[in-house]
């Protein structure tokens, strides 16, 4: 009998139920059936059912322990949102992962830490000012003529609106010259996967190009503050332009790097009478936007005047790939074909 009092006891202990309650109503079950116990007896087995409460406690003791292991973490969370907090003031955010991805320390070549996340220290270059800016491809057949009034007829509106105010010009240009790159690549990319064969490193070099000009708007957001109506002109002229070029990039490839080509000889242009402004002193020759320095690699005293005579010669570089894509094309051969130039700054 008593067997069968501790084990319903142990069941009821585990179940979680009211064990000390269960144990006064067995035990008086135990009396009632065999009521000759004398006292020692009653003491010994009261004793063994202590010991046997007693280990129980202590095993749903240690069983709790869980909660309390895992509330350290939280108080580990709350250490380090502090920390975060402080960081943050810093300008330094430290993002804890449950995946453990995290970004190796990395410097400058003076041993001091890379501030940039959006590119690294591999991805800087020195601009090749050397570039003939005066180069022009001379529309002769009948697409050609197509590209150039096109891009003609879209500097007249653009002249109207920005007049000489060449920083928000430029910050508009490169918000459009951003998008041929991206779309010329992605299409060549979803026609590498289509058709299971390689793009000959265009993807890769388009790509670029596309990154090279949103390091342009990237740097010009420094320099020039977008208002409010400027920022709502963007959002229309890129929702038209970037379905505008899809379609024509589907259509003629050839035709949509021409007018890309002769995109790019405006750009130059612009960035010419932009120079032309800060030499008369009609624009300000402030200091050079950090981020500005550490792409191109520019010295730590490099002015206005410096980060637009690099971006006109990025501009050149991307006029000479695109009249060449376009070369391609109209020779009847595929981009793939010729040798993309990857990394052509």
């Known amino acids: 009998m008593n067997?069968?009092?501790?084990?319903?006891?142990?069941?009821?202990?585990?179940?979680g139920g009211n064990y000390s309650r269960y144990m006064s109503s067995a035990a008086k079950v135990a009396l009632v059936i065999r009521p000759p116990f004398d006292e020692a007896m009653i003491g010994v087995r009261g004793q063994g059912v202590g010991m046997l409460l007693g280990g129980w406690r202590k095993m749903m003791s240690t069983a709790s322990e869980p909660s309390s292991t895992v509330a350290m973490p939280e108080k580990e969370k709350e250490n380090s949102g502090v920390v975060a907090e402080k960081k943050e003031e810093k300008g330094e955010v430290m993002v804890s992962s449950y995946w453990g991805i995290s970004r190796s320390k990395i410097t400058r070549e003076d041993g001091t830490e890379w501030p940039w996340n959006c590119f690294m220290p591999w991805e800087?270059?020195?601009a090749d000012l050397s570039i003939d800016l005066h180069?022009?491809?001379?529309?002769?057949?009948?697409?050609?003529?197509?590209?150039y009034r096109t891009v003609k007829l879209l500097r007249i509106?653009?002249?109207?609106?920005?007049?000489?105010?060449?920083?928000?010009?430029?910050?508009?240009?490169?918000?459009?010259?951003?998008?041929?790159?991206?779309?010329?690549?992605?299409?060549?990319?979803?026609?590498?996967?289509?058709?299971?064969?390689?793009s000959g490193g265009w993807i890769k070099a388009l790509l670029e190009e596309a990154e090279n000009e949103r390091m342009h708007l990237m740097t010009m957001v420094e320099l020039v503050r977008p208002k409010w109506y400027e920022r709502l002109l963007v959002l229309t002229v890129q929702g038209v332009f970037f379905n505008a070029f899809f379609v024509?990039?589907?259509?003629s490839p050839?035709?949509?790097?021409?007018?890309?080509?002769y995109l790019e000889e405006e750009a130059i242009h612009s960035y010419t009478e932009y120079l032309k402004d800060i030499d008369s002193g009609k624009i300000e020759n402030v200091p050079a936007?950090?981020?500005?320095?550490?792409?191109?690699?520019?010295?730590?005293?490099?002015?206005?005047?410096?980060?637009?005579?690099?971006?006109?010669?990025?501009?050149?570089?991307?006029?000479?790939?695109?009249h060449f894509a376009s070369d391609i094309h109209f020779q009847g051969k595929e981009l793939r074909e010729a040798p993309a130039p990857v990394g052509y700054h």
Request: aromatic share 8%.
């Open 248 to 251: 024509l990039y589907l259509l």
């Open 157 to 198: 509106p653009t002249d109207i609106f920005f007049q000489r105010r060449y920083g928000c010009r430029a910050m508009m240009l490169e918000t459009v010259a951003a998008v041929p790159g991206m779309v010329g690549g992605m299409l060549l990319h979803l026609r590498s996967l289509r058709k299971f064969e390689q």
């Open 254 to 261: 050839k035709l949509a790097h021409r007018v890309v080509g």
């Open 124 to 126: 800087t270059y020195r």
């Open 289 to 322: 936007p950090a981020i500005a320095i550490d792409y191109w690699r520019l010295p730590k005293d490099a002015t206005l005047k410096d980060v637009i005579t690099v971006i006109r010669a990025d501009e050149a570089h991307h006029r000479d790939v695109n």
């Open 135 to 147: 180069k022009h491809h001379v529309p002769t057949t009948f697409l050609d003529k197509i590209a």
């Open 3 to 15: 067997h069968l009092v501790a084990r319903s006891l142990m069941k009821r202990v585990i179940t």
